[in-house]
Structures are given as C-alpha cells and as structure tokens.
C-alpha cells in the first residue's frame, strides 16, 4: 500500500476507534466501557485500540493535543501591538461564536459524560496543567524572560485560570440545557467580566 494510502487508512481507522469509544461511553458511562467492548464494537483487536490511544481517557478526549496548544498558539501568533492578554481574549471569543470544543462546547451527552466520570475529570486537570505550561514556555520565548524569571509563570496562570473558568462556565450551563446560541451570549458576556479583571496588570505584558 502506497505511504500516503496508508497513513489515510490509519487516520481512517484512529477516528472510527474514537468515534465508537465516543459512542459507547456516552451510551453507558466512562467507567463502564472496557477497552475489550470498544475493540469488540470498533471491529479490530484489543492492541490495535491501546496502539492508537495508549489511555483509555484519550479515547474520550481525543482532541487533548488542541486544547494543550490552545492558549500558547494565539500568543505565538498575536498581531503587531497586540498583548498576550489581548490575543488571548480575541481567540477566545473568536471561538465562542463558532461554538468551538476547544472552549467547552461538545452538546450535553458529551459534557454529562465528562462530569460523571473522576478519571476525565482527573485528566482534563493534567490537561489544563500542560496547557499552562505550553503557555507559560511561550511566553518566556516570546519576552525573553531570563531563566528563573517567574513573571511567564504568573501570567500563564492567571490566564489559564480564566480560560479554566470560563470553560467550566460553558460546561455548567450546558447541563442546564441552555442550547449553544443562548450559551455563546452568557459566555461572551462572562469572558468581558473575567478578561477585564486582567486588564491592571497584563494588558502591557508581552506586547509585540
């Protein structure tokens, strides 16, 4: 098989593992899917399913690598005269009105699912933990902090706690049953209020 139909065969085969993890633990809880039902379901061998995800909650967050870059990426791409906190505030409401996952919005199946189960709420933590890290490395690249310098620290944690809250906030009322537009309103309106706490001490951080 040709080195680009095979790599389309693995991607092909890596989504619809997902899928049916997705599928199955939504139908009966996180806890309660083994690794063998969704190999069963999925149609391939129990090693094929570890190969791909060699933890059981990446088959649930299987977007993780987005998130963990989520809050880096748009500080590395600011625009000329922007701040970290400004860039941050603009991809952020940019992906509320898209309805993006990246920011909390996955429907109430998938959010239920999130919240009934220790071990993903468990790994959205590690989650957020490397997310702020990423943060925290890029801005000391992108000021040329000094090692040691804690200031990149401190602002990738009072930014990825906003980021935090406000994705639980999306979390919280899509369990209300809120649908996504009346949810993109609140949120928006949050994310000034949250952003704006920021402003005194951030807004001149990490201007390019």
Do not use: C, W
Request: hydrophobic content about 45%; charged content about 25%; glycine content about 6%.
């Amino acid at each position: 098989m040709p080195g680009g139909l095979r790599e389309l065969k693995k991607q092909q085969t890596r989504q619809a593992i997902s899928d049916t993890a997705t599928r199955l633990f939504m139908e009966r809880g996180f806890e309660a899917v083994t690794i063998a039902d969704i190999a069963a379901a999925a149609q391939v061998a129990k090693m094929t399913v570890t190969n791909y995800f060699p933890r059981k909650e990446d088959l649930a967050l299987d977007h993780h690598e987005a998130l963990t870059g989520s809050l880096a990426r748009p500080v590395a791409e600011r625009r000329p005269g922007e701040s970290a906190l400004a860039a941050l505030r603009r991809a952020f409401l940019d992906a509320v009105q898209r309805h993006e996952p990246v920011v909390g919005f996955s429907g109430p199946a998938f959010v239920r699912m999130i919240a009934g189960s220790p071990a993903l709420i468990a790994r959205m933590r590690e989650i957020n933990d490397q997310r702020e890290s990423a943060l925290a490395e890029t801005l000391a690249a992108e000021t040329g902090a000094a090692p040691g310098d804690l200031a990149p620290r401190a602002a990738a944690a009072l930014l990825a706690a906003a980021h935090r809250t406000l994705f639980q906030r999306v979390m919280d009322l899509t369990l209300t049953g809120m649908n996504q537009d009346e949810i993109a309103a609140d949120v928006t309106s949050a994310a000034y209020e949250v952003f704006d706490l920021l402003e005194p001490s951030l807004s001149g951080y990490a201007v390019r």
